[in-house]
């Protein structure tokens, strides 16, 4: 199957700074990418949708000002967690189809966050 | 949006027996069911899925039907083995053009040797 590179797999930092997870297809274009947030033993929630070349789409109770997503081009979503918070630590997860359209969704491997 | 829910959140069987997840959905627009399974810190994996113009498909041991009557479809493991342990998530996709998945709570299967 396509191949989703997401980096970096984990990282910690102090409260107040930013931090940006890299979300790349590696051998299709994605013209969507989606971003999820996965709390412990707990499911896969939306955060918003990417798109390549518009403004993403967030989901309900998502802050865009502090969650930062930037699809430049069709191999690379960005998301950037602003001011990072404690509350802000959980596992950031990236999704992308490829242009063509095929139905399975691709994972990136995700991205463990930790702020202290 | 779509609303899934998954039942039981937690299964366990024994080694040999078959195990089996259920999900709902609430629109019926939807048209593409997947079934991930994840192990603790990796990414979700694929492990089988079903369009809406289908009843039911099988791969090996894996199984998953669909009613899209009773907006319903079921994941079934049988002869389960200890390397079947992790947490499975149905999902969900909405027609009409879009792409995003709504995902089911999560089972945490645990097989006893």
């Known amino acids: 199957g396509a191949v989703v590179s997401q980096h970096p797999s984990w990282v910690i930092c102090k409260s107040g700074t930013s931090v940006k997870i890299e979300c790349r297809s590696l051998?299709?274009?994605?013209?969507?990418m989606f971003w999820y947030r996965q709390f412990p033993k707990q499911s896969l929630m939306l955060m918003a949708t990417?798109?390549?070349?518009?403004?993403?789409?967030?989901e309900q109770g998502v802050e865009k000002d502090k969650f930062l997503i930037n699809h430049a081009s069709l191999t690379l979503s960005t998301l950037t967690v602003t001011s990072a918070h404690p509350e802000d630590s959980s596992f950031y997860i990236c999704?992308?189809?490829?242009?063509?359209?095929?139905?399975?969704?691709?994972f990136g491997q995700g991205t463990r966050l930790t702020v202290v | 949006g779509e609303n899934v829910e998954q039942h039981p959140s937690t299964l366990s069987v024994q080694e040999g027996d078959s195990a089996v997840i259920k999900c709902t959905y609430s629109d019926s627009a939807s048209n593409y069911f997947p079934w991930y399974k994840q192990e603790l810190g990796k990414r979700p994996q694929l492990i089988i899925d079903i369009r809406s113009n289908v009843g039911e498909k099988k791969d090996q041991r894996i199984a998953v039907t669909l009613n899209k009557t009773a907006k319903h479809f079921s994941l079934h493991i049988t002869e389960t083995q200890p390397e079947d342990s992790a947490v499975y998530f149905c999902a969900a996709r909405l027609g009409r053009g879009a792409n995003n998945l709504f995902f089911g709570t999560g089972t945490r299967l645990t097989v006893i040797p």
């Open positions: 990417s798109n390549e070349g518009s403004k993403a789409t967030y």
């Open positions: 051998d299709f274009q994605a013209t969507t």
């Open positions: 999704s992308a189809y490829d242009r063509v359209g095929h139905t399975e969704a691709f």
